[in-house]
Nanobody
């Protein structure tokens, strides 16, 4: 059973930075891709960043140039470095892993950006 555990969320002022971590209970080599999604109150969940096992990373338009996704295979962990945060980035951030058409989700971590 795949378990994804996120950490690193919190409250930050506009212009600040946070780094989210997602650690998998299984080797991240087994996944076709890993990523981060976010969901703001009253809105749908949508992609923030995706890092496939092969190929280039993808970013949502609103975070390009500010957020960076990376992975540490030895630690089975994926990171999301978030810089120059603004109040529109406030949301619950979910870690996601994809394998053979199945999606796995973490429990989510709250990020709140104050103006």
């Amino acid at each position: 059973q795949v378990q994804l555990v996120e950490s690193g969320g919190g409250l930050v002022q506009a212009g600040g930075s946070l780094r989210l971590s997602c650690t998998s209970s299984t080797s991240i080599f087994s996944f076709d891709a890993m990523g981060w999604y976010r969901q703001a109150p009253g809105k749908q969940r949508h992609l923030v960043a995706l890092i496939p096992s092969r190929g280039v990373t993808n970013y949502g338009d609103s975070v390009k140039g500010r957020f960076t996704i990376s992975r540490d295979n030895a630690k089975d962990t994926v990171y999301l470095q978030m810089n120059n945060l603004n109040p529109e980035d406030t949301a619950v951030y979910y870690c996601n892993a994809q394998r053979w058409g199945s999606y796995y989700w973490g429990q989510g971590t709250q990020v709140t950006v104050s103006s």
